[in-house]
């Protein structure tokens, strides 16, 4: 008997213990007024960097976190700090970067989603961060063992983390029901980035990168600053002064021979896993070479 009143007393040690760490984050979260939440396949860490950077050039204390090729917390003076993991990454840590952010007083919170199954991308959302302008950059194959097993699916996983009465930017066309759907469902207004705004972004304002950028993601950054009330000269000031993603190159020519018509073609000195972005790229000159198989 004596055993049961005392896992009875541990579980609700427990489960106050868990309602304490439940306000303490609900607290920290309702003390940042803007909280940006990025997912998608391609182009997270970027956009996440973009918006932060746009968000420092009009002088909001912004804390940003990204969780691409090496994970880094980046402070409102720009500064970056890298994510300390005793083990694999786990979704927990929002928590620990919420409070960090809390804790420098900061007005905009711009966090990359981490989540890959599709029930720990919509807790993420509905339970760590509570985004008050979610966006989902695009929507590719990838991860399909997880978010699969079709294109679709992974659409429908990403979806989860469309935020509840709130806006929501996305730069994804092909299957942009399945955002719509999520985005109505949840009572937020669906801000589409077309080909059109795309074609919008100028190459001068391109040629102000000191690394390979893509206009997608240039587009969609300026559409949510631009929601903000941020002008778009400031925005791309503060894109141009920004730090690259940490695993991106900046532009360097590589000359081999393609092995169809021994003409030369330079590429930067990465191996990209998107090959189509890159070839999009107005920094990539490929001459006369035509890669039609990619």
Same mark, same amino acid.
């Given at each position: 008997?004596?055993?049961?009143?005392?896992?009875?007393?541990?579980?609700?040690?427990?489960?106050?213990?868990?309602?304490?760490?439940?306000?303490? %984050? &609900?607290?920290?979260?309702?003390?940042?007024?803007?909280?940006? %939440?990025?997912?998608?396949?391609?182009?997270?860490?970027?956009?996440?960097?973009?918006?932060?950077?746009?968000?420092?050039?009009?002088?909001?204390?912004?804390?940003?976190?990204?969780?691409?090729?090496?994970?880094?917390?980046?402070? @409102?003076?720009?500064?970056?700090?890298?994510?300390?993991? *005793?083990? =694999?990454?786990?979704?927990?840590?929002?928590?620990?970067?919420? &409070?960090?952010?809390?804790?420098?007083?900061?007005?905009?919170?711009?966090?990359?989603?981490?989540?890959?199954?599709?029930?720990?991308?919509?807790? $993420?959302?509905?339970?760590?961060?509570?985004?008050? %302008?979610?966006?989902?950059?695009?929507?590719?194959?990838?991860?399909? /063992?997880?978010?699969? *097993?079709?294109? /679709?699916?992974?659409?429908?996983?990403?979806?989860?983390?469309?935020?509840?009465?709130?806006?929501? +930017?996305?730069?994804?066309?092909?299957?942009?029901?399945?955002?719509?759907?999520?985005?109505?469902?949840?009572?937020?207004?669906?801000?589409?980035?077309? @080909?059109?705004?795309?074609?919008?972004?100028?190459? /001068?304002?391109? $040629?102000?990168?000191?690394?390979?950028?893509?206009?997608?993601?240039?587009?969609?950054?300026?559409?949510?600053? =631009?929601?903000?009330?941020?002008?778009?000269?400031?925005?791309?000031?503060?894109? %141009?002064?920004?730090?690259?993603?940490?695993?991106?190159?900046?532009? $360097?020519?590589?000359? +081999?021979?393609?092995?169809?018509?021994?003409?030369?073609?330079?590429? *930067?000195?990465?191996?990209?896993?998107?090959?189509?972005?890159?070839?999009?790229?107005?920094?990539?000159?490929?001459?006369?070479?035509?890669?039609?198989?990619?």
């Amino acid at each position: 008997m004596e055993g049961f009143w005392a896992l009875v007393i541990t579980v609700l040690a427990l489960a106050g213990l868990g309602i304490v760490e439940m306000l303490r %984050h &609900r607290r920290a979260l309702d003390k940042i007024r803007i909280r940006v %939440h990025v997912n998608g396949t391609r182009g997270k860490s970027s956009v996440t960097r973009l918006i932060a950077a746009g968000l420092r050039a009009h002088g909001v204390r912004t804390v940003a976190k990204t969780t691409g090729t090496l994970a880094r917390l980046i402070l @409102p003076n720009g500064r970056e700090l890298p994510v300390y993991r *005793p083990a =694999k990454p786990n979704i927990i840590e929002q928590l620990a970067i919420v &409070r960090a952010a809390s804790d420098q007083k900061a007005e905009a919170l711009v966090i990359e989603c981490m989540a890959l199954q599709p029930q720990l991308q919509s807790l $993420s959302e509905r339970k760590m961060i509570r985004a008050t %302008h979610g966006v989902l950059t695009n929507a590719r194959p990838d991860h399909l /063992d997880v978010m699969g *097993p079709s294109d /679709d699916d992974v659409a429908l996983a990403l979806a989860g983390s469309v935020p509840k009465d709130a806006k929501m +930017f996305t730069a994804e066309v092909r299957r942009l029901s399945a955002i719509q759907a999520a985005a109505e469902d949840r009572n937020s207004e669906l801000i589409a980035v077309g @080909p059109e705004d795309v074609k919008n972004v100028s190459d /001068d304002v391109m $040629s102000g990168f000191s690394y390979l950028e893509h206009k997608e993601n240039v587009a969609l950054a300026l559409k949510v600053l =631009k929601s903000l009330d941020i002008p778009e000269e400031v925005a791309t000031a503060g894109m %141009h002064a920004a730090d690259l993603t940490p695993g991106l190159w900046w532009p $360097s020519n590589l000359n +081999f021979l393609a092995a169809s018509s021994r003409s030369s073609m330079r590429l *930067p000195p990465m191996i990209p896993n998107r090959p189509r972005e890159f070839l999009r790229n107005p920094k990539l000159s490929l001459g006369k070479t035509e890669i039609s198989s990619w």
